[in-house]
């Protein structure tokens, strides 16, 4: 169960998106490709540009972190946004793979809600470490499951709408749709999240504190009981036992 302790200890809504460096580091690639392609009309140069952007980002993050982790992390989704725009010719071929990747998401989080194991539980409970206990409250399986509908639709929300600018090759605006229909509408889920979670562990909390008031009455009932049953013993005089002291009385008293 979630102590106090461990309530104190949960990150914010800041710190669960990488705080206001991992906000400026994950936008810094998608601004440099849009404001190189603009500038020069060179998808290449665009490319290369924020591919080194991206590169610089991952060794800055691995040399924070101690781990090259946050490096293969940086560049992992850019150099994927960079081949698909080097494939396909265009520049609007850069957000290609992050419209997919919405619309993934969003079908992965409706469908842990249709299946009974919402996402933004299982999520949460795998990175902070929580037990699962709050899968047997239906309550608490309720709130999850608004929270993870709400991720769901920010993810299809960005799908429709950098769609529409993706069929329209409208490249800059898809930049200010990516960046604007990120960390903003992440906040948004994440504070639902939250709000799951500090229900659930507010109402399994009180269900613990319950079963072990409980579990303390009843252990005072049946040490009350011992000791009742235990004086009740003393103070009634066991009948066979008195018989058998009169019998062997009256038959020393026959023997004299």
Known sequence: MTSVKTEEKQPTVLEQM???SGMLYSSLPVLVFVIVNFTT????AAIISSLAAAVVIGVVLAVRKGTIQPAISAVFGVGIAAFI???TGEAKGFFLFGIWQSVV????????????????GVIWTFLNGRDRSWRDDKASVRDYDIATFVWA??????FVVQRWLYDEDQVGWLAVARL???????AIALLATVWAV????KRLKAAEEAAEAKAKADAEAAT?????????DLLTPDMDELKRVVDAESRDKSRD
Request: hydrophobic share 50%.
């Open 153 to 158: 639709l920010v993810f299809f929300a960005r």
């Open 224 to 232: 009350e009981a011992v000791l009742a049953r235990t004086a009740d």
């Open 180 to 186: 604007g229909m990120g960390y903003p509408l992440m």
């Open 198 to 201: 500090r229900r659930a562990d």
């Open 105 to 120: 998401y969003g079908s992965a989080f409706l469908l842990s809600i249709i299946v009974r194991r919402p996402l933004a």
């Open 18 to 20: 990488g705080g206001v």
């Open 41 to 44: 009309k060179n998808l290449m």
């Open 85 to 87: 725009a080097y494939k």
